[in-house]
């Protein structure tokens, strides 16, 4: 049974015509709504997740439940056919479980908060935001269980159910939810950011047909959703090829001993329809890596990149799915069967984008980023300090951003929109840890005539024995390089004791007992390179090995000689160069096969390949 | 004899304003401004108005002065070359930064980042560390130290910040760095970021401090010179700056801290603003200051303008109080623009600046801006700055005709959307400094100055439900009367941290009394006498766990009972709901103001209600869909009481009013034109 939508006054909204200047004014000050929820929620937030980093998720939509204003595409029409009840004015619907709304939220720690914006009887809006929570109970500290074979294991998973149901609060639901995490306190903080974020939009909706009028408003918003449309068939006809592209590229491995996992893209034209397949993808994962991937949600990050460079104060909206057609198999990674475990679907997710960019660049190679959307390293840290009090960390780190068409890759810096890092003495102050190393690292950017971003090297000491765990991907396959340009360095994990001796430790790992003292080196991955190295000014180069951003060694691979005094030399760089040259046309530097790949990886890494995936399931990718 | 002088050094004019403490007369004058040294106009204004006003240099007590020089070296990129000394480990914290790439879901492919403000290749590290619990956990190797500033002497470095980890705690070390840097480089100047800005967040903290290094000689130089050239005129006034926060700070003090200067523009605006307010005895003002490529706007309760913690300019943000100023993108010289793919209209942020200008300058520009679009409407004639200035209204009309070709609407049409659109990034501005605080824009008036502002004002005010709308006169000098009408500010704070559940009203009266003996002796020894001096207490609170608080005025003995009654009241006016967890008392903090300037505005001859004898002209405009009859006015010549209705235009030397169809306009007794809808 789909949701049954309540409304005192049956009566439809009028469709006027809407000259272009209310449109834009109607579109501006939606955008406004936007910053106003995410301001809303990080004032009020507590989990340093959300409030520090920003990890939480702005929608408004249209009654039909459209996105209007938002990032990753509406999910309400999932949750619509999924939902088996009544919507009325006056409720507020509250949800976490990935299964009930077609994957819309991605995995359990995400708590989406829904709230339909009535007026005068008829339902004019939704507005809607997501948050990851820092903890939902389950097995582990953080609720991310890398070994989970069942999102049983994962903690606490809401169905859609009424947080208020006409006005009225659900006290008991809060408090039986509220009993299962290890951070209460946060959720019960984090809940009421995202609610009072949702009221905020919806009191901006509420004040827009106010001034326009019911009908403008809502008409303005299919006007809005028409222009996206528009833009979209025009872009997708003229630089979408009816030939069929395609890129794969993979998840490391599962963190129980299996990879790399492949995920494939094709993408060809029909008529003014793109068509997204992803057979070829593997199939699901027996442990938590796997990705619920929405249609919709991935229809949005296609737009997203298609649009950017043409009208970048567009405001994104869901007018133009229908001119996408995206294919998912059953029972593959990417559309794993209920009840797989999915909590740990970060690496996939970011892998996506990496896929997006090689798929949709190929044709031309001039507009092409290189690799770097590894993934969101998390780490998380637990236990009790001195007094005997809980403390939990979960912290998303940041590796190096991809070299581009128009410049090198920031290092250490974020390829999601609105994160932050967390300030170090903000960590110092509240948890028992001191940040002892926190740098860019050098050369771990891949060389190109545009450098990818170097990764970062986060030294962490620990002032309490505790446990940890690491949530990291891009450590066995290379951040590739474009255009001539070289693979960005792969991500490591140290433990380091007190007694100096170090062990490399995986790069997906729960319960690691850490004692006060010892030292984790946590590093990322670094951006792939832009074009040819040798191309790059080698006065750059020498004044980037003094900021310490790269080395003399490192210097080599942009055929550039560098002195002891961090000069350039020249006539050594000249020699260097010319025996360089680039011999090979390839658009893509994967830095070796897989099979080349995992003959080194112990020599390269400091850890064993991982074991080629078994599928132990009948869930096999339609092929 | 006593007399105060406020000078604002704007980019066409320096504006100048003498005060009589005595007994309030003013005298206004104003330069052409003098890019390449501003204070050579300050100097030689100075000279000119005392000259007319018959006021010998020694009569002078203070002087008052606004400047842009820190601003403009920030976004001229003409900054010092900053050496900066960091705890080892810490060597990219600029480059790093706080990770974020502005923008959404792939913006990183199109953002270009900022380079560091202090060079990567001139930061150091200082072996050492400080915990977050304030103890050394190693102590400051000393010759490791010296041999990492030979590095900061080969780059040659022009002023030097140290930033090190957890020094907000514990400034031991910066202390020590800071005496081994004057050693091995000396005369170079050293900012710490324990003085500049003692709280916790390592890259804020960096930033603000090296911005502060980073503007130090320009600010330096400039202080120097106007204390030269008025040693040399003869006078011993003392000389004041004006704060971002709208406050003032000896020259001294400006010298060494001068990342307070940043925004002392815009700040004299608002303080200009509130002297107004308090002259139309308008408490609540949302004050719209228009230029040619942007606008500032704030909101000024009980005549006081809202502070916040940042300060930004350009791509810089720095952690130094500023007035709550919000700056868009919108200004007289937007482009506007039809992108192909969407065929939306877009405003702004492109502008074409005074080069080569909008079309009607006849400079060169040919991209339609909002001033073309006001030309071809009719709400600029074409007399503007007196006649001396010809606006060339064939080029307006080509300009904003290629936008109607594009959206196939007529030429009006166009030209008004340009309007609207323009006013709705004024007006998402104005909400956010005003709706989105909790407050309702109905319980305010709107002022609008600046070039441009009082052509939009009225539609602001419409849009806002603001009324009314004030326009000063002359809001081109309104920055001088702020200047020359605010008051020495001192304000220190220190955190507090500790749960309500945790502490008593003792413990924070003595906090309290010891940041009050701070202040009130810092502002002493800038010649305010403590009997003289207005404090008042703000403590910052929030519930435990959140990041961000909310200040709250706590007069001495108020008690925290009353606190936290009234911060649960603001939480839920802000945020809509309250939370069971304590609250937490985050900093204390103290301002002590000096004494008010004895200034009255000036009033203006009364007359019989009827403007006919201003009339300049007969004129038409585009308005509501038609053309309308419409006069122009000159405003030198309205008399108080003076009653205009709309439509109309009224011109003076340096700026335009517009009064919409439905308005009338009403002239008070100080010479401020208020506008209001014609029905109330």
């Known amino acids: ?623 | 004899m006593s007399y105060r002088l406020g000078v604002d050094v704007g980019g066409t004019f320096t504006d100048l304003l003498v005060i009589d403490e005595v007994n309030g007369r003013t005298y206004r004058d104003k330069v052409p401004s003098t890019p390449h040294d501003p204070s050579e106009a300050v100097i030689a204004g100075a000279r000119q108005i005392c000259g007319h006003a018959g006021i010998a240099p020694n009569e002078l007590a203070l002087f008052l002065h606004g400047t842009t020089v820190a601003t403009n070296a920030v976004l001229e990129h003409k900054i010092a070359k900053v050496g900066l000394i960091v705890t080892e480990g810490y060597r990219h914290i600029l480059q790093i930064a706080r990770s974020l790439v502005p923008g959404g879901l792939a913006a990183w492919i199109v953002w270009p980042k900022p380079e560091p403000m202090a060079p990567l290749e001139a930061t150091i590290e200082a072996p050492e560390r400080i915990g977050a619990d304030g103890a050394v956990v190693r102590p400051l190797d000393e010759a490791g130290l010296r041999a990492n500033i030979a590095r900061l002497r080969e780059e040659g470095v022009e002023a030097v910040t140290i930033c090190l980890m957890n020094s907000y705690l514990n400034d031991t070390h910066e202390r020590l760095v800071a005496g081994i840097v004057a050693e091995e480089l000396p005369d170079i100047p050293v900012s710490l970021s324990a003085d500049i800005l003692p709280e916790m967040q390592e890259y804020e903290r960096a930033l603000t401090t090296v911005a502060n290094s980073a503007v130090r000689p320009t600010v330096s130089r400039y202080v120097g010179n106007l204390e030269r050239e008025l040693h040399n005129w003869g006078s011993d006034a003392k000389l004041s700056l004006l704060r971002s926060d709208g406050g003032l700070m000896s020259a001294e003090k400006s010298r060494s801290a001068p990342v307070n200067l940043l925004m002392s523009g815009p700040a004299g605006g608002v303080a200009g603003a509130v002297w107004v307010a308090r002259s139309a005895g308008t408490p609540n003002v949302l004050t719209l200051d228009m230029g040619g490529t942007s606008t500032d706007v704030a909101l000024i309760e009980n005549y006081q303008a809202r502070l916040r913690r940042e300060t930004s300019v350009g791509h810089l943000t720095v952690r130094a109080s500023s007035l709550d100023v919000k700056t868009v993108g919108a200004g007289g010289g937007s482009i506007a623009a039809v992108p192909e793919l969407t065929r939306a209209l877009r405003v702004g942020p492109q502008s074409a600046g005074a080069v080569p200008g909008p079309a009607a300058y006849g400079r060169g520009g040919e991209l339609p801006t909002v001033t073309d679009a006001n030309v071809v409407l009719g709400y600029l004639p074409e007399n503007l700055l007196g006649g001396s200035f010809k606006l060339d209204r064939e080029a307006s009309r080509r300009a904003v005709q290629t936008i109607a070709d594009a959206l196939g609407l007529s030429l009006m049409e166009a030209a008004a959307g340009i309007i609207s659109i323009v006013n709705e990034t004024m007006f998402g501005a104005l909400r956010l400094v005003s709706v989105q605080q909790g407050y309702d824009p109905r319980d305010f008036a709107l002022m609008a100055f600046g070039g441009a502002g009082p052509l939009h004002g009225n539609a602001m005010g419409a849009l806002m439900q603001s009324w009314p709308v004030i326009i000063p006169p002359s809001p081109g000098i309104l920055c001088a009367y702020g200047d020359a009408t605010t008051r020495l500010r001192v304000d220190a704070q220190r955190s507090f941290n500790k749960l309500v559940t945790q502490t008593g009203d003792d413990d924070v009266d003595a906090v309290i009394d010891e940041v009050t003996a701070q202040v009130t002796a810092e502002l002493a020894a800038e010649g305010v006498a403590p009997e003289d001096q207005e404090l008042r207490i703000e403590i910052d609170v929030r519930y435990s766990g959140q990041a961000f608080e909310v200040p709250l005025e706590s007069p001495r003995g108020s008690g925290i009972a009353d606190l936290v009654r009234r911060f649960d009241e603001e939480h839920k006016r802000l945020f809509t709901f309250n939370l069971s967890a304590p609250q937490e008392l985050v900093n204390v903090r103290v301002v002590a103001h000096g004494k008010a300037a004895n200034v009255a505005a000036q009033t203006i001859e009364r007359g019989n209600g009827d403007p006919s004898s201003a009339k300049l002209r007969d004129h038409s405009v585009w308005m509501e869909g038609a053309e309308r009859e419409a006069v122009i006015y000159d405003r030198s010549k309205l008399r108080a009481g003076d009653v205009i209705p709309g439509p109309a235009v009224i011109t003076e030397m340096d700026s335009t009013t517009l009064v919409l169809i439905g308005h009338v306009a009403r002239v008070d007794d100080y010479a401020n034109i208020l506008i209001t809808p014609e029905k109330n």
């Open chain 1, 1 to 623: 049974m789909p949701a049954r939508i309540v409304q005192q006054n049956q009566s439809p909204f009028a469709l006027v015509s809407i000259d272009p200047v209310t449109l834009d004014i109607i579109e501006n000050a939606l955008r406004n709504a936007r910053i106003e929820m995410d301001a809303t929620l990080v004032r009020t937030a507590m989990s340093p997740g959300i409030r520090e980093q920003g990890d939480a998720f702005p929608l408004i939509a249209n009654h039909e439940g459209k996105m209007i204003v938002g990032q990753f595409g509406s999910f309400i029409d999932g949750f619509l056919r999924a939902y088996d009840g009544t919507i009325e004015e006056g409720d507020m619907i509250f949800l976490s479980d990935p299964y009930s709304c077609e994957g819309a939220i991605s995995h359990a720690n995400d708590w989406l908060v829904l709230l339909p914006v009535y007026r005068n009887g008829r339902l004019v809006a939704w507005t809607a935001m997501f948050g990851h929570q820092s903890d939902i109970g389950g097995k582990v500290a953080g609720s991310m269980p890398i070994d989970a074979h069942a999102i049983f294991e994962e903690g606490v998973r809401i169905p859609p159910v009424k947080i208020y149901a006409k006005g009225e609060y659900n006290q008991d639901l809060v408090k039986l939810i509220m009993h299962q995490t290890r951070k209460p306190d946060w959720c019960a903080a984090d809940l009421n950011a995202l609610i009072a974020s949702c009221r905020v939009a919806a009191r901006r909706v509420d004040e827009m047909c106010a001034r326009f009028g019911d009908d403008v408003y809502v008409s303005a918003t299919q006007a809005l959703l028409e222009r996206n449309y528009r833009a979209m068939k025009t872009l997708i006809e003229s630089s979408v090829s009816t030939d069929t592209v395609s890129f794969e590229d993979y998840v490391c491995d599962d963190g129980v001993g299996y990879g790399p996992y492949k995920i494939k893209c094709s993408m060809r034209r029909e008529g003014s329809k793109v068509i997204l397949d992803f057979t070829g993808t593997d199939p699901q994962s027996d442990a938590s890596i796997n990705f619920y991937l929405n249609e919709n949600m991935f229809k949005m990050f296609f737009g997203i990149y298609m649009i950017m460079v043409f009208d970048p104060q567009i405001m994104f909206n869901d007018g133009f799915y229908d001119l996408i057609e995206v294919n998912i198999p059953e029972g593959s990674l990417l559309k794993p069967r209920y009840p797989a475990a999915l909590s740990g679907r970060t690496h996939a997710l970011g892998r996506i984008f990496d896929i997006l960019g090689g798929l949709l660049g190929q044709r031309t190679p001039e507009f092409l980023c290189a690799a770097g959307f590894s993934s969101s390293p998390h780490l998380m840290y637990s236990g009790r300090d001195k007094h005997g009090d809980w403390f939990q960390l979960f912290q998303i780190g940041f590796g190096g951003i991809p070299g581009k068409p128009f410049g090198d890759g920031p290092d250490g810096h974020s390829l999601w929109p609105g994160f932050t890092n967390v300030p170090n003495e903000f960590l110092e102050r509240y948890f028992p840890l001191r940040i002892e190393r926190y740098e860019a690292l050098a050369d771990s950017g891949g060389a190109g005539r545009f450098r990818g971003g170097n990764g970062i090297l986060m030294s962490y000491r620990f002032l309490a024995d505790g446990s940890v765990s690491i949530h990291d991907d891009r450590w066995f396959t290379h951040p590739w390089g474009v255009n001539g340009g070289k693979p960005g360095q792969r991500a490591r994990k140290i433990l380091e004791k007190a007694d100096g001796t170090k062990t490399v430790v995986s790069n997906k790992l729960d319960n690691l007992a850490v004692e006060e003292g010892d030292i984790l080196h946590f590093i990322t991955w670094g951006g792939g390179g832009w074009g040819d190295p040798l191309e790059r000014d080698p006065a750059l180069v020498a004044r980037e090995c003094r900021q310490g951003l790269v080395t003399r060694e490192g210097a080599q691979a942009y055929g550039v000689v560098v002195t002891e005094a961090l000069a350039v030399d020249e006539a050594a760089t000249a020699e260097l160069r010319a025996s360089m040259r680039r011999d090979t046309n390839d658009v893509f530097d994967f830095g070796g096969t897989i099979e080349a790949l995992r003959e080194r990886c112990q020599a390269e890494t400091g850890l064993p390949p991982p074991c080629p995936p078994v599928w132990h399931h009948q869930a096999m990718a339609a092929e």
